[in-house]
């Protein structure tokens, strides 16, 4: 019996790319996770946002834009539709009226994705999605190695006295033990605080901040490097949050902060993941009414695809 070939994305082809249904990068949807090796999951939630609002619209907005995406990167030569079945899970049909409950909504839908071995890239939807996301990883592998980018640490106590938020998702992640504290790394923090207790909390842990100006100017390849040897083979997740990069090539995102990474630096975080045991991914606070041109959420879509082709078991051509 022949073996059943892997989902590819729609050809532009067979559907213009202004048609078709819209899923990432218009692979099939899938009801169910079994027999797929990877997926990407919408979570359209912007509830635990602090400033602006909207990033319940990124998951839609990512898998419009992500209708430029080809098969096949060109650059590192990955070839994810050839070596992994891929599809597209929906969304997570989140309580946008109750925060906490919608914690227990998001890992309960990720519980049999990630028991069934599926790796899930998830597009936010804002950044309160990777607690519940860590919850269900670590509740099969243990605690994770992370790769956070971000100008944010996320690492608050309370927002407006309350414990989920979108500032607070690795300070409960630390605490529900979902994290290995001495190889959580996070890429781009800049920007005002409100308090340093914060960050002086993540250092005692064992977390490594690398600000953005230590960024500024210079490739990123050596320091992703040194962050492969650190981690080992220890199962990783990476958290992508678009305001990691700056303003003037991201502008759709709630809480904007001058003197960010660029996008080629971006790429070559992701890129600098190869060879890492990822066993999940997000790209979260993509909010499309800030930009209305869709370049955010395009540039979402693309780091995406990159967070795909990283992935241990996909092949190089």
């Given at each position: ?9 729609l ?69 994810p ?13 989140v ?56 100008a944010?640490a996320?690492?608050?106590?309370r927002?407006?006295?309350?414990p ?132 955010t ?21």
């Amino acid at each position: 019996m022949m073996a059943q070939p892997y989902n590819r994305p729609l050809s532009a082809v067979e559907m213009p790319r202004a048609g078709g249904i819209s899923t990432m990068m218009r692979l099939p949807f899938a009801a169910s996770p079994e027999g797929l090796g990877a997926c990407f999951i919408g979570i359209p939630l912007d509830t635990g946002t602090s400033n602006r609002s909207g990033t319940r619209l990124g998951p839609r907005q990512i898998r419009a834009e992500s209708v430029m995406i080809r098969p096949y990167n060109s650059a590192t030569r990955a070839a994810p539709f050839d070596s992994i079945q891929v599809a597209d899970l929906g969304d997570v049909a989140v309580n946008n009226y109750n925060l906490p409950a919608t914690v227990d909504i998001i890992e309960a839908f990720y519980r049999p994705v990630v028991d069934e071995g599926v790796v899930p890239i998830s597009l936010g939807g804002d950044h309160t999605i990777s607690y519940p996301i860590l919850k269900a990883l670590s509740r099969k592998h243990g605690p994770l190695a992370m790769i956070h980018v971000d100008a944010h640490a996320d690492v608050a106590d309370r927002m407006f006295g309350e414990p989920i938020a979108h500032g607070t998702p690795f300070r409960r992640a630390v605490e529900g033990g979902c994290l290995q504290t001495d190889a959580v790394f996070q890429i781009g923090l800049r920007g005002s605080a409100n308090t340093l207790e914060d960050y002086d909390w993540a250092h005692k842990q064992g977390f490594t901040a690398i600000r953005a100006e230590q960024c500024w100017g210079q490739s990123l390849v050596g320091l992703m490097e040194g962050i492969r040897q650190r981690i080992g083979d220890r199962k990783v997740y990476l958290s992508f949050d678009i305001d990691g990069i700056d303003p003037a090539f991201a502008p759709g995102t709630g809480t904007p902060e001058i003197g960010g990474l660029t996008v080629p630096q971006a790429l070559e975080i992701i890129r600098g993941c190869r060879g890492l045991n990822l066993v999940g991914a997000d790209i979260v606070e993509v909010s499309p009414p800030y930009d209305p041109f869709g370049t955010t959420a395009y540039t979402a879509a693309n780091l995406a695809f990159e967070m795909l082709c990283v992935l241990p078991k996909v092949a190089y051509l």
